[in-house]
């Protein structure tokens, strides 16, 4: 296999948790004066780290750093309570999380999710140890389209960016993917194709039969994992 390392996107990759972060956002917004709906959350805000979705909504500069933290962390508890009882894995994720790692793949875990958001995760999924890496939103300075968290994914696994493949959903993280030189796959669990279309793949989920039929460099991506499924 051409590909050594894996690194995987959280929210929309591996779970599906958009409806959690638009009801914890949106309940904050309201207090804050401001609407969303659940389209434009989708399209312009997941994704991203608090203190950038709050930039977009209200301009740089509208809240002190304090404050910033306060409302993320409002919104991040909301996570971290209701992830273990809502949160559903995406078709296929964990399973093929764990087939890589018994074929002798690298996996990592990265993510704009702070560290709370990823311990609830791991938690709530028996996958505490499974990650041969895990960086979150609160390890890097600059969040997605910046390819900083996938940078430092490759590096913590002992790969080039250029040896490993993202599982991305998100158009800031299919740009930070490859940004960092890493060939992408898109899953087009919260957005369309046309969104993505900087991506290299694209596949419904983790049981799409086309993943086990995609070509990189000529070399088959998937079907050895997947026999041992």
Aim: negative net charge; proline residues 4%; hydrophobic residues 40%.
């Amino acid at each position: 296999m051409k590909y050594k390392g894996y690194i995987f996107d959280l929210d929309g990759v591996l779970i599906d948790s958009s409806r959690i972060h638009f009801q914890g956002w949106k309940d904050v917004l309201n207090r804050l004066g401001r609407d969303v709906d659940y389209e434009t959350f989708r399209m312009s805000f997941f994704g991203k780290r608090g203190v950038d979705t709050l930039e977009t909504v209200f301009g740089k500069g509208r809240f002190s750093d304090d404050e910033v933290k306060k409302i993320s962390d409002e919104v991040d508890s909301n996570f971290v309570k209701t992830v273990a009882k809502a949160g559903v894995p995406i078709p296929g994720a964990l399973e093929y999380v764990h087939a890589l790692k018994r074929t002798g793949g690298k996996v990592a875990l990265a993510t704009s999710a702070p560290r709370p958001n990823v311990d609830a995760f791991l938690d709530a999924f028996s996958l505490r140890g499974v990650f041969d890496a895990e960086v979150s939103g609160d390890d890097v300075a600059r969040g997605k389209p910046d390819p900083e968290v996938f940078l430092k994914a490759a590096s913590e696994l002992g790969e080039t960016p250029g040896s490993c493949v993202v599982f991305e959903d998100s158009l800031p993280g299919v740009i930070a993917a490859k940004s960092a030189g890493a060939a992408c796959v898109a899953l087009l669990t919260t957005t369309t194709r046309e969104v993505l279309n900087r991506a290299d793949f694209f596949v419904k989920d983790f049981n799409d039969e086309s993943l086990i039929r995609i070509e990189m460099s000529g070399e088959s991506f998937g079907p050895k994992v997947r026999e041992k499924v």
